[in-house]
């Protein structure tokens, strides 16, 4: 994943960007780097209280999720959901994959892997991102740290970024 998300920073850094790119990501009107905790909190559905004030659930492809946002100040800098608790993340997965097809058009990237569980038996995974012009980029996971569970992640560009040269500057840092 990371991979993926520094290769999407440095592709859309290049003068040109690719036709695979939407305009803006946003799911259910949340928007990365734009969308308040008010926002966040407007935009959920009522359930027990999670004991964290980030985590919400959230129905999303008529699916209900939850999900944790971070915040930077007011503004949604990661929206994280966790797929596969009621419902197969694999049908979850195929049927958001559809519907961002149709919001957003074609992903920049579509990857699918071979995964192993501790028994050595194998899966396929995979891995689709979107992003936009701003750079903000949503990440779709079939598999995620669990056989049974997927995920779905909307990044700032900002906090993209601010990964990035966090990474930088520890790599300069290393000492051999």
Same mark, same amino acid.
């Given at each position: ?32 780097? #734009? ?59 195929? #049927?958001? +994959? ?7 058009? =074609? ?26 012009? !701003?750079?903000?980029?949503?990440? !779709? ?15 700032? =560009? =900002? !906090?993209? +970024? ?15």
């Amino acid at each position: 994943m990371k991979r993926m998300i520094v290769a999407a920073i440095v592709f859309l850094s290049a003068p040109e960007i690719a036709q695979n790119v939407t305009n803006q990501i946003d799911i259910i009107g949340l928007i990365p780097g #734009v969308s308040s905790v008010a926002q966040f909190k407007a935009a959920s559905i009522p359930t027990p209280d999670y004991g964290d004030s980030s985590i919400e659930a959230f129905e999303i492809g008529g699916f209900r999720v939850v999900c944790k946002g971070e915040f930077e100040g007011d503004k949604m800098q990661k929206f994280s959901c966790t797929t596969g608790y009621r419902e197969s993340n694999i049908d979850i997965h195929n #049927v958001l +994959k559809r519907g961002f097809q149709e919001k957003f058009g =074609s992903p920049f990237s579509d990857t699918n892997s071979l995964v192993r569980n501790g028994r050595g038996t194998e899966y396929n995974a995979n891995d689709v991102m979107w992003m936009d012009k !701003l750079g903000n980029v949503l990440l !779709l996971k079939s598999i995620d740290d669990k056989i049974d569970k997927g995920s779905f992640t909307l990044f700032s =560009s =900002s !906090l993209l +970024k601010k990964n990035q040269e966090f990474n930088a500057q520890q790599d300069r840092a290393r000492k051999f």
